[in-house]
């Protein structure tokens, strides 16, 4: 077996698909060191800039004296604590759904909700898309799994209106990471309507950015902006991408909470993340509702990257997200090119097959509130410079 993996490995290494990990000696933040070098990063999620904010790192430490360092046991054992809890009313608050349930992370959420509200004779619909745990928690249930391209919704209304699944789940990313755009939501919602089914919407993008005061995607859309509309929708966010710390939670009506706390795995199976990254958040989502400025800092950021990079090989995609996804074709030319710009002191990731489509290599740019407008004319400048030297 040993031999098989090396080849393999090798493998990769030549079609240029090797994955290799940099070692962060530095808070992560708009400036960081890895692997020992200084580099204006353009790879984080963190996309207002609350990772290394004062107030959180206070939080945290405070919290920790307070509650310890870790939670012991299964949240159904001893391990929900009080900042747990009060961390889960909060969210559910600020997202104008009736409850909340946290998981340590977005891919145990969605491998333990859509494995929980689906199984044997349900069916999922799912973008082609979708992030890999969505994909993964779809095959997890043993529910029918069904996709459909990307954004298509007549192409999900066919596979509605074939399908004769007792239970019928639409899941989707609400905004794509590797695309930066954002689903058709209102739309899929109006199927549901039509055709009996329920929408599960990954946020992970969204919360903390789009929405008034950041609430996400689906207030974005007015469907959660006064009260809940409808009870077919469910909700995940991440807590580590613009929230700046670890986590996620899923929300929707009281009953789908109460099922995931009984039947949902990877909750009812697993530790709780410690308690004080539960008071840290709390705090975070404070700033997150009190973050407009931070919120216009970043769309003027992504409006000037959008107007300024001209190119003439490579192609920025369509996108009004912090994610500027630049395709550049070919995985080698891709990771030339992200090299390049390291060694002008910038660093933007190649993202590669099987993350995205084949011949689709693409620099995943990834703006922040906490860079400024130099930075990113620093990254233009780069861009072009590079495009120059490699894209003839």
């Not at 209304?157 to 639409?170: F, G, M, N, P």
């Not at 609400?174 to 209102?186: N, T």
């Not at 933007?348 to 099987?354: E, K, T």
């Amino acid at each position: 077996m040993l031999k098989s993996l090396q080849k393999e490995l090798e493998q990769r290494q030549a079609d240029g698909l090797l994955r290799q990990r940099r070692l962060l000696d530095s808070p992560q933040a708009e400036h960081i060191v890895a692997n020992n070098k200084p580099y204006l990063s353009f790879c984080s999620n963190d996309y207002l800039g609350l990772a290394n904010h004062p107030s959180l790192i206070a939080a945290m430490q405070q919290a920790a004296g307070n509650a310890g360092v870790g939670s012991g046991a299964s949240g159904l054992v001893t391990g929900h604590h009080r900042y747990h809890d009060d961390l889960e009313k909060q969210l559910a608050r600020f997202v104008n759904l009736p409850a909340a349930l946290l998981f340590s992370t977005g891919y145990m959420a969605n491998i333990g909700t859509l494995g929980a509200l689906a199984g044997r004779g349900d069916a999922i619909f799912a973008d082609k898309l979708n992030h890999a745990c969505l994909n993964d928690g779809s095959y997890y249930s043993l529910a029918e799994f069904n996709r459909f391209a990307h954004n298509d919704v007549a192409a999900l209304e066919r596979l509605l209106k074939v399908s004769t699944a007792k239970h019928k789940l639409i899941a989707v990313d609400a905004v794509f990471s590797m695309d930066g755009d954002l689903a058709p939501i209102p739309d899929y919602l109006a199927l549901c309507e039509k055709y009996d089914a329920y929408l599960y919407v990954d946020d992970a993008h969204g919360f903390g950015v789009l929405g008034e005061q950041g609430k996400g995607s689906l207030n974005y859309f007015h469907l959660t902006k006064n009260m809940p509309k409808s009870p077919r929708i469910i909700m995940m966010a991440t807590l580590g991408k613009a929230a700046g710390v670890a986590g996620s939670f899923v929300a929707g009506e009281q009953v789908v909470i109460d099922y995931l706390i009984q039947k949902a795995k990877s909750y009812v199976y697993s530790t709780p993340a410690p308690p004080a990254l539960s008071a840290t958040l709390a705090a975070s989502v404070k700033l997150i509702e009190q973050g407009d400025d931070l919120r216009a800092n970043l769309n003027s950021l992504i409006a000037y990257l959008k107007d300024n990079l001209k190119l003439k090989k490579w192609q920025l995609m369509a996108s009004d997200t912090p994610i500027q996804p630049l395709v550049v074709g070919g995985n080698k030319e891709a990771l030339a090119l992200s090299e390049y710009l390291q060694t002008l002191g910038i660093l933007v990731p190649a993202i590669r097959p099987p993350t995205v489509p084949v011949g689709t290599a693409r620099l995943r740019i990834s703006l922040s509130a906490a860079h400024t407008l130099e930075d990113v004319k620093k990254l233009v400048a780069a861009i072009h410079q590079a495009e120059s030297e490699l894209g003839a």
